[in-house]
């Protein structure tokens, strides 16, 4: 088993519910470790760059005006498998898909209103901790 750093975003509706302890809690009960938290407002920018994939279709507006509802929280949680546990403990993208005892299907509503998002391969954490992480803010001890 590898360790793995993954990038874990509180969204709006986790912060406006003030669900965000909840939630850390889950992930910090199976075993995951903190390497980098912090609460910020999210730019265009940034939202273009880390949503390029879907920049060019018509919910992405939506997108936009979600995530820059309130703050997000940015986490960078490390563990054994990190990046997989992470999504299991998430459930499907979709709440409304997602089983009971998962964090969507316990806490999410829909499809953008689902608690989180998570890197989804080693690959994309690695861009995306970058993404949502200055050098010296991710640390290893």
């Not at 793995?4 to 199976?30: H, Q, Y």
């Amino acid at each position: 088993m590898a360790t793995e750093t993954t990038l874990i975003l509180f969204k709006p509706d986790t912060v406006e519910k003030n669900l965000s302890g909840k939630v850390l809690e889950r992930f910090l009960a199976e075993g995951l470790v903190i390497r980098g938290i912090k609460m910020m407002t999210l730019s265009d920018e940034l939202l273009a760059e880390h949503y390029s994939h879907v920049a060019d279709k018509p919910f992405f507006p939506e997108i936009v005006a979600f995530m820059q509802k309130t703050p997000v929280i940015a986490l960078a949680l490390e563990g054994e498998e990190a990046i997989g546990r992470v999504r299991d403990l998430l459930g499907p993208t979709n709440s409304k898909e997602a089983p009971a005892g998962t964090l969507r299907g316990d806490l999410g509503e829909d499809m953008m209103t689902n608690v989180c998002h998570a890197s989804d391969s080693p690959e994309t954490a690695d861009a995306e901790l970058k993404r949502f992480f200055n050098e010296g803010e991710v640390f290893s001890f």
